[in-house]
């Protein structure tokens, strides 16, 4: 059930560098969402881009959307090593209600 | 708002056993989402509900699996009889609707030996 593909699958990166996540996905969407996993942890929601809109920001975070490659991705500036996390991308097909779950950057921020 | 309430947080049982899982969204949302997560098979959709009513149960692994929401605050995961491989996370979130965001509980994690 899962639409989304992210990659890479894991990211490694230093404090303060960017961290950059794709998300790739099949159908025709009304909006694509990314959300936030720390271990052991339920999911956080990070970010909401409309088929309509192309980029969006919010604080660290910039997100784009490209509907003509089916694409995403996720920018985190000035990383923290708080930013240590699993990341997902999640879609809402058009006409639905329903969230599907891509697979998950899991990205690591070292100190 | 206390965000959306799961319990237990953890359940152990032993294979056979019912399990129920329980959720409370937040008050006014009116979409419940049932979501189980693995390492295998990620994050899937089990079930969802719109004012109560299920609108797709599709995810649904088999008979063994059923979910009720008899109001607005709260809603039930049941699975009768558990077996080892229904061991996961699961996690409820709910919405007001499809243009914003989720808000997921903490998750129950299962463990069926």
């Known amino acids: 059930s899962q639409q989304g593909e992210e990659d890479p699958q894991a990211l490694s990166i230093q404090e303060g560098e960017n961290a950059t996540m794709n998300c790739s996905y099949k159908?025709?969407?009304?909006?694509l969402q990314w959300y936030r996993q720390n271990s052991g942890r339920g999911l956080v929601h990070l970010i909401l881009?409309?088929?309509?809109?192309r980029e969006k920001h919010s604080g660290r975070l910039r997100v784009t959307l490209d509907t003509s490659k089916k694409s995403s991705s996720l920018l985190i500036t000035a990383s923290r090593a708080a930013d240590t996390a699993s990341y997902f991308c999640a879609t809402v097909e058009t006409g639905a209600n329903n969230l599907f779950f891509g697979t998950g950057t899991r990205l690591t921020v070292i100190p | 708002d206390a965000g959306v309430i799961q319990s237990p947080r953890h359940e152990v049982t032993e294979m056979g056993q019912e399990v129920t899982l329980r959720c409370k969204p937040i008050?006014?949302?009116?979409?419940l989402f049932w979501y189980r997560q693995t390492m295998m098979r990620g994050l899937e959709l089990l079930i969802y509900?719109?004012?109560?009513?299920?609108?797709?149960d599709s995810g649904m692994p088999e008979d063994r699996f059923s979910a009720k929401m008899p109001n607005a605050s709260f809603s039930t995961l049941k699975i009768q009889p558990s077996e080892p491989r229904d061991s996961a996370v699961y996690f409820c979130?709910?919405?007001?609707?499809?243009?914003?965001?989720?808000?997921f509980g903490s998750g129950t994690r299962l463990t069926v030996v």
């Open positions: 008050s006014g949302h009116n979409s």
């Open positions: 159908t025709s969407i009304n909006n």
């Open positions: 979130a709910s919405s007001t609707d499809s243009s914003y965001g989720y808000t």
């Open positions: 881009i409309r088929s309509n809109e």
């Open positions: 509900f719109n004012n109560n009513v299920p609108i797709d």
